[in-house]
């Protein structure tokens, strides 16, 4: 059976920025076939991710997230631990699980580059969207 739903994870944090990924997917893809899901941050992405796949209701997952260093922490080490989980997600269940995680070295909370961030989510978030078609059409050629 071809899964024609799609699941879109989003991180809440700067979900000013995050949320244009949305936009861009559902330039793509119909909002009736997208399901949409909301989490703290990119970090708890892989978990609902796999859970989400698992349950073999969705074509793919889509996890968008926009990881900054804060100062605190290291954003490069959640940045990894989030593709890595997302891969896993995606191997382990053999749903694909696609990532619009940016995490960028020279970010500054100006409306300059939050336009420039914004932007770049909208474009990102059509690829996923296009990967996802393209995934799903490449694997059911494999079993016809």
């Known amino acids: 059976m071809t899964h024609t739903l799609f699941a879109f994870i989003k991180a809440n944090w700067h979900a000013d920025i995050v949320d244009q990924a949305l936009v861009g997917f559902r330039e793509v893809i119909p909002a009736g076939q997208i399901e949409v899901f909301d989490v703290p941050g990119a970090f708890e992405m892989p978990l609902l991710a796999r859970d989400l796949?698992?349950?073999?209701?969705?074509?793919?997952?889509?996890?968008?997230?926009?990881?900054?260093?804060?100062?605190?922490y290291r954003h490069d080490f959640v940045a990894q631990a989030v593709v890595d989980g997302l891969m896993r997600a995606g191997l382990d269940t053999g749903v694909p699980v696609l990532s619009v995680s940016l995490t960028p070295h020279q970010y500054q909370e100006t409306d300059h580059h939050n336009a420039i961030y914004r932007a770049h989510f909208v474009q990102k978030g059509r690829e996923a969207a296009e990967a996802a078609l393209m995934i799903g059409r490449t694997r059911a050629a494999l079993v016809a």
């Open 53 to 72: 796949a698992a349950s073999g209701r969705y074509a793919a997952v889509v996890c968008a997230a926009f990881v900054v260093d804060g100062g605190i």
